[in-house]
């Protein structure tokens, strides 16, 4: 029999973060894959690294840092075909993604490849949604409100389109994009109605309203905004 592929999400960051199912399946954990950076450390496994098998055998998918999309694709095929092969010999194969593995996750380019050929289960996690709204101590949305999560990366025109159109809106991706994503919502006046939070969860999180925060922003932050009223105030 094939072993089972297992997508788990380990939350944005603060391995506490980690549910009780993704620490169990990971601390028992024959084959454990995560994606990993050209340059530098994983941050997935770095968020699990205290439940991992010292035994463990560990697939990095070392995934180019780049904006095009081929190269990250060719490597997600190869690892397909690596972990299948741990799969046809039986064993287990853990995934390891941060945040959430179909909230923007890595996993689901697996989940393409390998789920028609094997049993595959997927641990949802703490997204880092969740964790950046949590970190404002601020709802994300409320009532019959709706909220728009939108890629940062978005051209100008798009973004404006879609921050018109939701009553809460989280953009995603922020990194370089602030200062124009920072001049686009002050031309919309939500400026004052914007939270940004970068590395939530993490011991360098920081937490400011968007007028407070600086030009340089790391690919990890987030901007929230709720245009109602506050929720919590008005029933």
């Known amino acids: 029999m094939s072993g089972t592929l297992y997508g788990i999400g380990v939350g944005p960051g603060d391995p506490e973060l980690m549910t009780l199912k993704a620490h169990r399946l990971i601390s028992t954990a024959r084959v454990v894959a995560y994606p990993a950076p050209d340059s ?30 081929f ?20 064993d287990d194969v853990t995934v390891l993604c941060e945040g959430d593995p179909f909230f923007y996750g890595s996993f689901m ?50 973004l404006r389109v879609r921050i018109e159109q939701a009553q809460a809106v989280a953009i995603m991706k922020v990194g370089r994009h602030l200062p124009r994503l920072r001049t686009l919502l002050d031309t919309m006046n939500l400026t004052a109605q914007a939270g940004y939070v970068e590395r939530a969860s993490l011991g360098e999180q920081r937490v400011m309203p968007l007028a407070d925060a600086p030009d340089a922003a790391p690919y990890f932050s987030m901007i929230l905004i709720y245009k109602g009223d506050d929720p919590w105030l008005t029933p």
């Open 40 to 69: 530098g450390e994983s941050f997935a496994r770095s968020i699990a690294a205290d439940a991992i098998p010292a035994d463990a055998v560990e697939i990095p998918m070392v995934v180019p840092m780049r904006v095009e999309r």
């Open 71 to 90: 190269p990250a694709q060719d490597v997600y095929a190869g690892a397909a075909e690596t972990i299948a092969g741990h799969l046809n010999a039986g």
């Open 109 to 158: 380019y697996l989940f393409a490849r390998l789920s028609e050929r094997f049993p595959c289960e997927v641990v949802p996690g703490v997204s880092s949604l969740a964790a950046c709204s949590a970190a404002l101590a601020r709802p994300l949305t409320a009532r019959n409100d709706v909220l728009t999560v939108i890629p940062g990366p978005l051209d100008d025109d798009a």
